[in-house]
């Protein structure tokens, strides 16, 4: 038994008092003649012993009285912690994609939060609440009650590692609290990330898994571009399900709202299929592609981005050769020439094809610019002069990180074979081409070159054509000069492909989509003032994100705790720059659970629980507080009516 206020149990010293009162008779005896006292001795005597007993009987039960109205006072109670202890409950809630799924009572996270509702009506607890997404901490029933009824989905999921770590923070930070831990989640394999740390827990940290009615889910998992030519693109869309099937799922594409096209994905035996739709290649489209699948609503819709192509920016520095403005035509490329020296260098930022055209000399300052234009994603083609000094020709390759020209052959050589599948050319021809008339060419310049592949190779097995990957970029280089009086490689049929595609390659297709992270990196390609900033926004909020800001482009860091699934636009004041789309990740799609026995048998301060009541029963049984003032109150009255019974009915 404990007491709320045990300083007033002193007063029990009090009841010294009436033992004192009753052991000393304090009353004087008066002395009246009488004649016979025989007779009186006796009645004295027995009177005397009923006075005694009378008065014993008084005693008591005046002392219990007061002793049961003083313990009263003192608010006494059974509990098996002490009154002043403070309690705190803290409840991780998963509320990450997959709980969308279906329970027996509807969406697991819906259901879970309304049984948690029904299970905070005690008012001396303290609760914390724990989302993927938010914290709220030291909150009581009445704000959690609130915080669950808003709860919603969050694209960011925790691991349970993190989870362990963030209940461990919170309860090291109380003082003087019992402090209890539940995690609700179902569960997903992507969830662990490392065992040791999950075994590894110090305090108790309760457990409790919701589990779907059915584990099958079919979801867009991605989509990209199959096929393109000038007026038309090929889009696949790629459909996954959780489980081999044979079953068909309905899909289709739109404009924003406007339907394009209707298909059915079919998966044979299979837990993946992908369907194509043909779209037009001459217009932007917002795009969005939805199937019909009940189990998990996130992962039912696409969006997607197109933009209508530009004209792409070629500059040829060196030799003004006529066959270049005949392939780069003003229907679909921006085709300049300069010499070197009349180049005008802030214009090489804004290029996405430089042709290098038999320069004898590559300026110290070109390597450098052509080095920022190559990791921003330009394409350099490079002709040597026949004349060219190889020294700076190497320190621009080695700016480049391509590799070195080793020296000229001065030897006539046929240009005899075509790697057909290299990228460049792999839809040029329809069959491979053997009996065609070779190019000849008067020399080359033998190179060694780093992550380099042939496009053309002369009948000595060089290359005549070779292709330079970089990280962001592409370099090609040409073994000899392309004039008249070298070669006649630009009388072949090879010379409009090749070119061509050159500058096709060198505008990158813009992104269809981004998948929403914890921080998301967008290149924008455009220039603004210092003072500007640009604007992402949507139909439901606008947000200003961090930016880094360079010479023709700026890359925006945005939050992922901002984003939802959908279109957005970047603006810049009020002109929309650019549309992107984003989608949630694909990972809580793939509905596979840890099992809880297995992963938490090491460690004794994992307890699996079966419900949420079991586990609020158990926390309460422990909190319960058992007042006996009442009782006591009760006893007092009893033993002052005991006195009265007495005083009045036992007679001396």
Same mark, same amino acid.
């Given at each position: ?300 819709? +696409? %969006? /997607? ?8 920016? !070629? &500059?040829?520095?060196?030799? $003004?050769?006529? @066959? =270049? ?117 008067? +020399? %080359? /310049? ?8 042939? !496009? &053309?190779?002369?009948?000595? $097995?060089?290359? @005549? =054509? ?187």
């Amino acid at each position: 038994m404990q007491f709320k206020h045990p300083e007033i149990l002193y007063a029990l010293l009090l009841l010294i008092i009436p033992i004192i009162v009753h052991l000393f008779q304090l009353q004087r005896f008066k002395k009246v003649p009488f004649t016979n006292v025989h007779f009186l001795k006796n009645i004295v005597q027995q009177t005397r012993k009923s006075s005694r007993l009378k008065k014993f009987l008084i005693l008591l039960t005046r002392m219990a009285a007061f002793t049961c109205l003083i313990l009263a006072f003192s608010q006494p109670y059974f509990s098996a912690n002490s009154l002043q202890q403070n309690y705190n409950t803290t409840i991780y809630l998963d509320n990450s994609f997959s709980m969308q799924a279906k329970g027996e009572n509807g969406e697991l996270l819906k259901s879970i939060a309304q049984n948690i509702i029904e299970n905070t009506n005690y008012k001396n607890t303290q609760f914390s609440l724990i989302t993927n997404n938010q914290e709220f901490k030291n909150i009581d029933s009445k704000t959690l009650k609130n915080q669950l009824i808003t709860c919603d989905y969050s694209p960011i999921k925790l691991n349970l590692n993190t989870v362990l770590l963030k209940l461990n923070t919170l309860n090291s930070a109380s003082t003087n609290t019992l402090n209890k831990n539940l995690i609700i989640s179902d569960f997903q394999t992507i969830n662990l990330t490392n065992k040791t740390d999950v075994t590894n827990v110090n305090t108790i940290v309760n457990t409790l898994k919701v589990t779907p009615k059915k584990n099958t889910n079919t979801f867009i998992d991605s989509v990209f571009i199959a096929e393109e030519n000038p007026t038309e693109i090929i889009l696949s869309v790629v459909v996954k399900s959780t489980q081999n099937n044979s079953n068909s799922t309905s899909i289709s594409l739109q404009d924003n709202t406007k339907l394009l096209g209707k298909s059915t994905v079919k998966f044979t035996n299979s837990n993946i299929s992908t369907t194509n739709f043909s779209i037009p290649n001459n217009a932007n489209m917002n795009g969005i592609i939805t199937l019909t699948d009940e189990n998990l609503p996130f992962d039912n819709t +696409f %969006y /997607f981005t197109l933009s209508k192509p530009e004209k792409i920016n !070629v &500059l040829s520095i060196g030799k $003004n050769t006529p @066959f =270049l403005s005949k392939i780069y035509t003003e229907n679909e490329f921006n085709f300049t020439t300069s010499e070197l020296l009349n180049l005008n260098y802030n214009s090489l930022k804004n290029q996405h094809l430089i042709i290098l055209n038999e320069i004898e000399n590559i300026p110290i300052e070109l390597s450098k610019l052509l080095q920022d234009f190559s990791k921003n994603g330009g394409t350099t083609v490079v002709i040597p002069s026949a004349n060219a000094n190889l020294k700076s020709y190497n320190i621009f390759l080695n700016e480049q990180n391509a590799g070195t020209i080793l020296n000229k052959i001065d030897k006539k050589h046929n240009i005899t074979s075509i790697v057909f599948e290299h990228p460049l050319l792999a839809q040029v021809f329809e069959n491979n081409v053997t009996n065609f008339q070779y190019p000849t060419t008067n +020399f %080359y /310049f033998k190179s060694q070159f780093k992550n380099s592949s042939s !496009v &053309l190779k002369l009948d000595s $097995n060089d290359a @005549f =054509l070779t292709s330079i990957n970089g990280n962001n970029n592409s370099l090609f280089w040409f073994a000899s000069s392309l004039n008249n009086e070298t070669s006649n490689f630009i009388q072949s049929p090879l010379v409009v492909p090749v070119f061509y595609n050159f500058a096709k390659n060198s505008l990158k297709n813009a992104q269809l989509y981004y998948t929403i992270q914890p921080e998301n990196i967008v290149e924008i390609v455009t220039s603004i003032g210092k003072d500007q900033v640009l604007k992402v926004v949507n139909n439901e909020n606008e947000f200003i994100p961090l930016q880094d800001i360079s010479s023709n482009k700026v890359s925006l860091k945005i939050d992922g705790a901002n984003l939802k699934s959908g279109f957005y636009n970047i603006l810049s004041n009020t002109k929309t720059i650019k549309t992107i789309a984003f989608n949630y990740h694909r990972e809580e799609s793939d509905l596979t659970y840890l099992e809880l026995e297995p992963l938490f048998k090491e460690s004794e301060n994992i307890v699996i629980n079966n419900s949420i009541d079991n586990f609020f029963d158990e926390m309460y049984n422990e909190q319960k507080i058992n007042w006996l003032f009442k009782w006591f109150l009760a006893f007092s009255v009893l033993f002052l009516l005991i006195e009265m019974l007495i005083l009045k009915y036992f007679k001396t």
